[in-house]
């Protein structure tokens, strides 16, 4: 049954099979799931892609505690919106979801939930990213314990965010001065890099004195982090935030890449993420790209579109400053699918010095990727991966498993008090994904009518 389904999902890419044919993107391949799943995913979904929830979601969350009282609370919660986008809270529940998802053919992508939030409250000083330090180190053993044999590409990820290791004071501070003309060169990669790996006092005249010693207790973070990573073949990739941070964020990156990503090292162990969505996301990947090829590093970068557009859109208004994001969706689909052509493109050139997650629900993105993986050379299981959200766009996640290709889901994990708030923003910056998600729905009805109706398997042609 596997072996004809797949057969039925999916044509092996490359030269030697003829030509190329399309993923079916049908739902085909949700008879991999139960029931009860496919069920809790067209609820949770049709209820997530209802404005109000979304946008009053942390007021609900505390009036259901105060109606029902936090343990019956908890027990909804975990029953649909936890059980639908979160592996767990314990390690041993963490296995269990992994073990599911390898199962389908899919990857764990380990997201720890914690961050510092721009605009917030102020976090009680270094103890506070300290904690999240821990959280990091841990997350890096559970991700590795979970593949205790990486494969030959050194294949286990991790998503990282600098904000739970750095202020966004600090960041903004950064990125004023980086996009000042003529910046220092104090604030180079390089003397970044030096700074993290020798641990010697680092100051930077744009920093007064508290900021300096955060910066230098920030870098010590990240570097441990990495150092961490890279001794158990873990790879960070390492999120995007909002453009008033992603500068600073940028150069932390180049500076871990200056240090681990040279050749000698095997391949990216830090990978950046470029938004599609911002108008001057291709001419920075390019010269990103361009620069990494000339230093002899090696290059990774996970690929969005982008879930910040409407912060974006408000900031630039209320500053009267230019708009950075693309007009709209088409010319963010547009932007896209040129990144995308350029970093496939640098992939067939560099092989394993390149590396590129396809993190996307959009169905045309990803048959754009597997059409050119295929007319490049590029092998399925190789230095191209591609990337969902767990609990959603499992029609493309499970066709694309199936036919080979390397696939992550991304997965927060923690306390229901750790992770809700955090589900809760990313589902407010993610609010054009599950509105997206109506064809999601549709293939999950259909194949809930099919057995419902008591038909037979269908397996797609």
Not at 129 to 139: D, K, T
């Amino acid at each position: 049954m596997m072996l004809r389904t797949c057969r039925a999902l999916c044509s092996q890419a490359g030269p030697s099979t003829g030509g190329w044919q399309a993923l079916n993107f049908d739902g085909g391949a949700f008879h991999l799931k139960g029931t009860g799943e496919l069920t809790r995913a067209l609820l949770v979904l049709r209820l997530c892609a209802w404005p109000p929830l979304v946008t009053h979601g942390l007021a609900l969350q505390a009036w259901s505690q105060r109606l029902l009282g936090s343990r019956l609370s908890g027990a909804l919660l975990r029953a649909s919106v936890y059980g639908q986008f979160v592996a767990g809270e314990t390690a041993e529940e963490v296995r269990g979801c992994v073990r599911q998802l390898q199962a389908l053919g899919l990857r764990p992508l380990l997201a720890v939930p914690t961050e510092e939030e721009p605009d917030s409250a102020v976090k009680t000083g270094e103890a506070w990213y300290e904690g999240n330090l821990s959280a990091m180190l841990r997350c890096v053993d559970l991700s590795r314990g979970l593949l205790e044999t990486p494969g030959p590409t050194g294949n286990i990820l991790m998503q990282l965010k600098v904000t739970a290791l750095t202020s966004t004071r600090l960041c903004k501070e950064l990125t004023t001065w980086i996009r000042r003309p003529g910046a220092s060169l104090e604030l180079s990669p390089e003397r970044l890099a030096e700074a993290m790996d020798s641990g010697q006092d680092l100051q930077v005249s744009c920093l007064n004195a508290e900021q300096n010693r955060h910066l230098q207790a920030s870098l010590g973070r990240l570097h441990r982090v990495v150092q961490h990573a890279r001794a158990q073949h873990v790879r960070l990739l390492v999120d995007a935030e909002y453009t008033f941070l992603n500068p600073a964020l940028s150069l932390l990156v180049d500076a871990l890449a200056v240090r681990w990503n040279s050749p000698g090292e095997g391949g990216p162990w830090v990978w950046n993420t470029y938004q599609a969505y911002l108008q001057d996301t291709h001419e920075r990947l390019r010269l990103a790209a361009e620069a990494a090829d000339r230093a002899g590093l090696a290059f990774g970068v996970k690929l969005v579109r982008g879930a910040y557009l409407d912060k974006e859109r408000a900031t630039a208004r209320h500053q009267g400053t230019e708009d950075p994001t693309q007009p709209d969706y088409e010319a963010t689909n547009r932007s896209y699918s040129r990144c995308l052509e350029l970093m496939l493109t640098h992939v067939s050139h560099r092989g394993p010095m390149c590396h590129l997650m396809v993190a996307s629900h959009n169905e045309e993105s990803v048959r754009q990727a597997t059409k050119r993986m295929w007319e490049l050379g590029i092998p399925l299981d190789g230095p191209v991966c591609f990337g969902q959200l767990l609990g959603m766009c499992d029609h493309v996640s499970l066709a694309l498993g199936q036919a080979g290709y390397a696939v992550y889901k991304s997965i927060p994990y923690g306390s229901l008090e750790e992770v809700i708030p955090y589900l809760i923003r990313r589902a407010q910056e993610n609010r054009s994904v599950l509105h997206g998600a109506r064809r999601e729905q549709k293939l999950l009805s259909q194949e809930l009518r099919r057995r419902l109706l008591g038909r037979g398997l269908r397996v797609p042609h």
